[in-house]
């Protein structure tokens, strides 16, 4: 596994989920809610599909579990909260998140109470990925390219985010800001300037 650190490198990544977040019954759960925050719903990235394996052993929650934070749309000046404990069952990530009570936290607490805000996000970093070619299947078996499934990775935040860019029912996800842009792109515009610096 490799080193891990607060920086985000280029395997850290974001995937939003149009999920449900529940409260928590019962006294003294006022500000706690229980949500899923990944699946294994196929995500369209710029360089192709995305699959996050949730089998046995794929899913690294130590962080959550220990340290984990609630943010508001990955800002992470702006936690509103923290992660009380984060579980896989049936192929998705669950959390349990309870809310701050200082004024930044309680915007947004009674925004999610309202259901005014629903999008959730999760910012994760993969270790080991299995790339599956066009037409192939995975080593599992589960799993038909093209795709790449993350095979090893670990969640590092959980986010309440305001802009989903797929908000119907299941699994919605979040405009990457800044989009990448496919390497072809600046093979094509190398082309360009050889063809009009030798012309």
């Known amino acids: ?8 490198g280029r395997n850290d990544r974001r995937t939003l989920m149009a999920a449900t977040l529940q409260r928590m019954e019962g006294e003294g759960n006022e500000r706690k ?7 294994e719903e196929p995500y369209e990235r710029w360089f192709g599909v995305e699959i996050l394996d949730h089998g046995p052993g794929a899913v690294d929650l130590a962080r959550l579990n220990e340290i984990g934070c609630l943010l508001f749309n990955h800002n992470r000046d702006a936690v509103i909260g ?7 069952d049936g192929n998705r990530g669950y959390a349990e998140v309870e809310f701050d009570t200082d004024e930044q936290s309680e915007i947004i607490y009674q925004k999610v109470r309202s259901g005014t805000l629903k999008g959730v996000s999760v910012g994760y970093r993969i270790d080991s990925l299995e790339e599956v070619m066009a037409g192939k299947t995975s080593a599992d078996g589960r799993f038909t390219g093209p795709c790449e499934i993350a095979r090893k990775w670990w969640p590092f935040e959980i986010s309440i985010v305001s802009v989903p860019a797929d908000a ?5 996800r979040e405009a990457e ?3 990448a842009t496919p390497l072809s792109v600046y093979e094509s515009q190398l082309q360009i300037n050889k063809n009009i610096i030798g012309g």
């Open 168 to 172: 119907t029912v299941g699994v919605g």
């Open 33 to 39: 809610f229980t949500l899923s925050f990944s699946s």
């Open 82 to 88: 923290k992660v009380n404990r984060a579980w896989v």
């Open 1 to 8: 596994m490799g080193t891990r650190t607060e920086k985000p």
């Open 177 to 179: 800001q800044p989009r």
